[in-house]
């Protein structure tokens, strides 16, 4: 339920790898071509030979479009925290790209609704965040950072009780899948946000429940508030 640090997508660099070695064998070909170490082979491999170089430049320039979205996510990460405004300009600039799977737009959807609420526009922040909760889940991991930064959103602007219930979500997810990644500042707020609606009970439980879970360690500070002893 974290709300940055974005992980290396093994897909991406396979897909970057690819295109290089398409582009090398592209330019090789060409310069054979044009060195005229073709002349001697027969016309059907070298009609094979043109018509798959030519096929590449087709399929590299496909994606394109593809690798320029990609750097617009990149620098509104970057921007991100540095300057809001710029971070939401360039992701929003990717979002416009029409080649995005479903998971890549609720991603960026995510990262867009941060940095709306890190320049202080929460109404357009919840906006995004909603939008990016639309349609079937395949990636829960992504669903928990949605619905968690939904709830901080909710809490930090005094909406404790839609928070609690954005949190409630998350850790149901979380519980089905026997994973804890939490970071403490953040389980603070949370603990907060449910003494707050009265449902101090029901954060005691939670806790119990993620100690149970593997790499969640004790936190005491987290247990000063529960009145563990």
Not at 76 to 95: M, S
Not at 118 to 135: F, P
Request: charged share 30%; aromatic share 10%.
């Amino acid at each position: 339920m974290a709300y940055e640090g974005e992980k290396v997508n093994r897909k991406r660099l396979i897909e970057a790898f690819l295109k290089i070695f398409l582009w090398m064998v592209v330019v090789i070909v060409n310069i054979m071509y044009i060195s005229g170490l073709f002349e001697h082979l027969p016309e059907e491999l070298k009609t094979f030979i043109i018509t798959g170089d030519v096929s590449m430049v087709v399929i590299l320039l496909w994606f394109m479009p593809s690798t320029m979205a990609e750097r617009r996510l990149k620098k509104g990460l970057e921007y991100l925290d540095r300057d809001n405004d710029k971070a939401v300009r360039y992701i929003e600039a990717y979002l416009d790209s029409k080649m995005l799977t479903m998971n890549e737009r609720k991603h960026a959807l995510r990262v867009l609704g941060v940095a709306h609420h890190k320049r202080g526009d929460d109404a357009a922040a919840i906006k995004c965040l909603t939008k990016a909760l639309e349609g079937n889940y395949k990636d829960n991991d992504l669903k928990v950072e949605i619905l968690g930064a939904m709830g901080i959103i909710y809490s930090e602007s005094g909406e404790f009780q839609k928070a609690a219930e954005c949190f409630d979500r998350t850790f149901e997810i979380m519980f089905a899948m026997s994973r804890a990644n939490i970071d403490k500042a953040i389980f603070i707020q949370v603990i907060n946000t449910y003494i707050k609606t009265g449902q101090k009970e029901k954060a005691l439980m939670i806790y119990d429940r993620l100690l149970m879970i593997q790499g969640f360690t004790r936190d005491k500070r987290a247990e000063k508030l529960l009145g563990i002893q």
